[in-house]
Nanobody
């Protein structure tokens, strides 16, 4: 059984940094790892991710150059380093795992397993 546990959210001033962690258990090697976020009244959106096949990272245009995804295979953990945070980054952030062996996708419907979510609040 695959499980995801997130940590690292919090309150930060604009321009500050946070690092989110997503610790996974179970079979995760051949699953894409994604980060999504959902702000109040808005749909869940793709933030970034890493493909299982090539280890390539992908980012939404809104976070490119500010957010960085990395992974520690030994710990089966994926990180989202967020720098230069803006008030519009305020949301609940979720990590997710895709279907086993699936092609890369930014669509949330292609992700089967989700973390519990962690709140990130950026004050102006």
């Amino acid at each position: 059984q695959v499980q995801l546990v997130e940590s690292g959210g919090g309150l930060v001033q604009a321009g500050g940094s946070l690092r989110l962690s997503c610790a996974a258990s179970g079979r995760t090697f051949s699953r894409n790892k994604g980060w999504f976020r959902q702000a109040p009244g808005k749909e869940r959106e793709f933030v970034g991710g890493i493909s299982w096949s090539a280890g390539r990272t992908y980012y939404a245009d809104s976070v490119k150059g500010r957010f960085t995804i990395s992974r520690d295979n030994a710990k089966n953990t994926v990180y989202l380093q967020m720098n230069g945070l803006k008030p519009e980054d305020t949301a609940v952030y979720y990590c997710a795992l895709s279907r086993d062996g699936s092609r890369w996708s930014t669509e949330s419907t292609n992700y089967d397993y989700w973390g519990q979510g962690t709140q990130v609040t950026v004050s102006s």
